[in-house]
């Protein structure tokens, strides 16, 4: 059986432009599981060098190699790839010579739990066996770059890992415990700024000038360049002079549809929504100048309200 797992990540592949679509790659991969130079004392292998996976898109096959610190050759197992994407890859294959064929996962990606599973023919979990640990799990490109599993299978995501790093004003900073300036809530502001950015918005609003967030139970977080009655009677469109970003969580578990979305200063600590409704707004451009994002949390694929939304709603935010 075996007993631990890197991963190092080579790509040969063109990056489509559809946003929040997955892609499908080509060329090889190669994820570095298990490096003995780089193991804590802790989880060092006496025997055990290197232990990586090769996984070759276009041909469908995984190869495994297990390097030894001795003289011994490499072990090699190759068998046929089920499905990749950005999580996990499965793949199936006789590990022993004689041995019927069998089914397994690897949890490669960023952010995953790493962990390498036998599976049933329905590809439910037979048993677990290791984990890939992730301080010593790495995906690098084919220049050898490290990168992020979900950007090599989501183009142009929103990269929910990036900060917002300026100090926000207003009363949004009673919703989160003890901080001042609201580190989730800035998450969010960065997440609709990069939405700006990816669909090319009109608008001056940037990480430079909005200055300020606030929040009733039925307005959602909105963000501005000015300060800005929260409690105002306007319609949106005059928040913050016609300027504003207006953030609001997504019910999970109740099929979308308007009226179901959380209006309120919800700061969802603990991932219980997984999308969010980005309103932006910006009248100085020309009266008509908005538009309504849908991105999802974990990953961040998104889509316009008028690009199939629902099916987009359906599909992530439930």
Same mark, same amino acid.
């Given at each position: 059986m075996k007993t631990l797992v890197v991963l190092t990540l080579f790509i040969l592949a063109s990056f489509s432009n559809a946003f929040s679509e997955e892609k499908k790659l080509s060329g090889n991969l190669k994820i570095t599981c298990y490096n003995h130079d780089k193991a804590k004392e802790i989880d060092k292998h006496s025997h055990l060098a290197n232990y990586d996976f090769y996984v070759d898109l276009d041909n469908k096959k995984v190869t495994e190699i297990m390097e030894?610190?001795? /003289? &011994?050759?490499?072990?090699?197992?190759?068998?046929?790839?089920?499905? $990749?994407?950005?999580?996990?890859?499965?793949?199936?294959?006789?590990?022993?010579?004689?041995?019927?064929?069998?089914?397994?996962?690897?949890?490669?990606?960023?952010?995953q739990e790493g962990r390498w599973l036998v599976l049933n023919?329905?590809?439910?979990? !037979?048993?677990?066996?290791?984990?890939?640990?992730?301080?010593?799990?790495?995906?690098?490109?084919?220049? !050898?770059?490290?990168v992020n599993s979900k950007d090599l299978f989501l183009p142009n995501r929103v990269i929910i890992e990036k900060k917002f790093?300026?100090?926000?004003?207003? /009363?949004?900073?009673?919703?989160?415990?003890?901080?001042?300036?609201?580190? $989730?809530?800035?998450?969010?502001?960065?997440?609709?700024?990069?939405l700006i &950015? $990816?669909? /090319?918005?009109?608008?001056?609003?940037?990480?430079?000038?909005?200055k300020y967030c606030n929040s009733n139970i039925a307005t959602g977080f909105v963000y501005t360049k000015i300060p800005f009655d929260v409690n105002t009677t306007d319609a949106k469109v005059k928040w913050?002079?016609?300027?504003? $970003?207006?953030?609001?969580?997504? &019910?999970?578990?109740?099929?979308?549809?308007?009226?179901?979305?959380?209006e309120s200063g919800l700061v969802d600590h603990n991932m219980q929504f997984h999308c969010a409704r980005v309103i932006i707004i910006d009248t100085t451009i020309n009266k008509d100048n908005? /538009?309504?994002?849908?991105?999802?949390?974990?990953?961040?694929?998104?889509t316009l309200l008028d690009k199939g939304y629902r099916e987009f709603v359906d599909k992530y935010c439930n």
């Open positions: 030894y610190q001795d /003289n &011994r050759s490499p072990a090699k197992f190759v068998g046929d790839l089920i499905k $990749i994407d950005e999580k996990e890859f499965i793949y199936s294959g006789s590990i022993e010579d004689g041995e019927e064929d069998k089914r397994y996962k690897l949890e490669y990606g960023t952010g023919e329905d590809l439910t979990t !037979k048993r677990w066996s290791f984990t890939c640990l992730d301080y010593m799990r790495t995906i690098s490109s084919s220049d !050898k770059i490290e790093e300026g100090y926000l004003a207003g /009363n949004c900073s009673i919703h989160e415990e003890g901080s001042l300036g609201t580190p $989730i809530l800035r998450h969010y502001l960065s997440h609709a700024l990069q &950015r $990816i669909y /090319n918005f009109k608008t001056d609003m940037s990480e430079k000038n909005i913050g002079d016609g300027q504003s $970003i207006i953030i609001d969580s997504m &019910r999970k578990n109740i099929p979308y549809s308007y009226g179901q979305l959380v908005y /538009n309504i994002f849908f991105y999802e949390k974990k990953n961040g694929k998104h």
